[in-house]
């Protein structure tokens, strides 16, 4: 089956950084990738959606300064948490939509980020 | 825009027991409903989904029905497992593009 991947799986760091998590599409190409939020104990939140070559179409509240996407291939799309603060830590998840009958037609979820911010 | 609401939030059952889990969409737009399992940690895998020209989809242990009339949904699990125990989202879009997920079910399977 299609798989996707998602790195780092956990990451901490410090009040003011900034974080760069990754999602690929292993075994397939995606021209649309999907990044969503989630709190402990709550449902998925999506943020933006990211098509190959072109900016990223972002959610009503969620800031695209912020929150950068780049999804500058068919098999990578990146989410770059700028200067993350407390409440900005959360899990984030990636998802794919590849372009061939057989992964069209779903949506493929990575593993996740659980991003800890001191 | 589509709203899913998912009910119950928390559902106990013993091991070889049914689980039924209901969801409702508000957008007639939307012909897509996917279910999620989600275990501590991790991103939510699909375990069935259904198309709106269908009413009934079976996979095994796991069953998914819909009524568009009402617009519900529901995801039904036979013969229970304790590793059925997870967190379950349902979900619904227009195509295969942004999900709308419901709220989850914490279903735990006793042995």
């Known amino acids: 089956g299609a798989v996707v991947s998602q790195h780092p799986s956990r990451v901490i760091c410090k009040s003011g950084t900034s974080v760069k998590i990754e999602c690929r599409s292993l075994d397939f190409q995606a021209t649309t990738m999907f990044w969503y939020r989630q709190f402990p104990k709550q449902s998925l939140m999506l943020m933006a959606t990211?098509?190959?070559?072109?900016?990223?179409?972002?959610e009503q509240g969620v800031e695209k300064d912020k929150f950068l996407i780049n999804h500058a291939s068919l098999t990578l799309s990146t989410l770059t948490v700028t200067s993350a603060h407390p409440e900005d830590s959360s899990f984030y998840i990636c998802?794919?939509?590849?372009?061939?009958?057989?992964?069209?037609?779903?949506?493929?979820f990575g593993s996740g980020t659980q991003l800890s911010v001191l | 825009g589509e709203n899913v609401e998912q009910h119950p939030s928390t559902l106990s059952v013993q091991e070889g027991d049914s689980a039924v889990i209901k969801c409702t969409y508000s957008?007639?737009?939307?012909?897509?409903f996917p279910w999620y399992k989600q275990e501590l940690g991790k991103g939510p895998q699909l375990i069935i989904d259904i198309r709106s020209n269908v009413g009934e989809k079976k996979d095994q242990r796991i069953a998914v029905t819909l009524n568009k009339t009402a617009k519900h949904f529901s995801l039904h699990i036979t013969e229970t497992q304790p590793e059925d125990s997870a967190v379950y989202f349902c979900a619904a879009s227009e195509g295969f593009q942004k999900l709308v997920f419901g709220t989850g079910t914490r279903l735990l399977v006793s042995p």
């Open positions: 990211s098509n190959e070559g072109s900016k990223a179409t972002y």
């Open positions: 957008d007639s737009a939307s012909n897509y």
């Open positions: 998802s794919a939509r590849g372009t061939d009958p057989a992964t069209n037609e779903k949506l493929f």
